[in-house]
């Protein structure tokens, strides 16, 4: 499974944009690209997934580029809700592998007011 | 709709001492089923999981051990638990090949 590198933590005020970058220089070909958030004492809630491009939701977008050595997560207008751990993972979630993704340490966001 | 339950909710036990943390899920059917910790700090750590009822793939060599004895339940256990083992416990389902995990609340395991 393709390792994953993303910083360690980041800062933002309310109402501004936040982009965090991950890292996945061994991506293979069938490996998408997926976001969880983390609240603290909480389990991991998905947030988004892409394979390639754009994909964007209701609360982020994914910037996928064609070397898909990377991904970034975009989250527009962030709140003080939004304080949390970002997961980057990478995988193709194989049913011989019963789908297994593999977390990294994450980026903590933290946004002030 | 689904909903993912782990109990209990918190656990505090003593070196040495056997372990049981079950789950379970409402809902689906033949969901793929896993087990995590996350020691203090951040980062998940996958010890099991499992694609069907008897079949569990272990992640990690420790004392810990795993079992699905029906469709949608997982527990995980120890015979004798170490200081180590403390952690927060998650349990996690899935329809399989790239689908969303859901996560249940969690269990928080001292281990004194």
């Known amino acids: 499974l393709a390792k994953t590198t993303q910083p360690i933590s980041m800062d933002s005020y309310e109402g501004q944009e936040v982009n965090i970058t991950c890292s996945h220089n061994?991506?293979?070909?069938?490996?998408?690209i997926t976001w969880y958030q983390q609240f603290p004492s909480q389990g991991p809630r998905f947030i988004i997934q892409?394979?390639?491009t754009k994909v964007t939701n209701e609360v982020a977008s994914l910037f996928i580029p064609a070397d898909r050595k990377s991904s970034t997560l975009s989250l527009p207008r962030v709140s003080l809700s939004d304080t949390a751990v970002y997961y980057c993972l990478v995988g193709d979630g194989r049913d011989n592998q019963g789908g297994k993704l593999i977390f990294g340490q994450g980026t903590e966001l933290s946004v002030k007011p | 709709s689904q909903t993912i339950h782990q109990w209990p909710a918190t656990l505090v036990q003593p070196v040495g001492s056997p372990l049981s943390l079950e789950c379970t899920v409402e809902g689906t059917s033949n969901p793929n089923l896993y087990w995590y910790r996350q020691a203090a700090g951040r980062g998940l750590q996958l010890l099991f999981y499992?694609?069907?009822?008897?079949?569990i793939s272990s992640e990690v060599p420790q004392n810990l051990s795993a079992s699905r004895p029906q469709d949608r339940q997982f527990i995980l256990s120890s015979k004798k638990l170490l200081l180590s083992d403390s952690g927060f416990y998650l349990c996690?389902?899935?329809?399989?090949?790239?689908?969303?995990?859901?996560f249940g609340p969690g269990t928080r395991l001292t281990v004194l």
């Open positions: 061994n991506i293979a070909t069938n490996d998408y």
């Open positions: 996690a389902w899935s329809l399989g090949r790239r689908s969303e995990q859901f």
């Open positions: 892409g394979y390639k």
């Open positions: 499992s694609v069907g009822i008897g079949q």
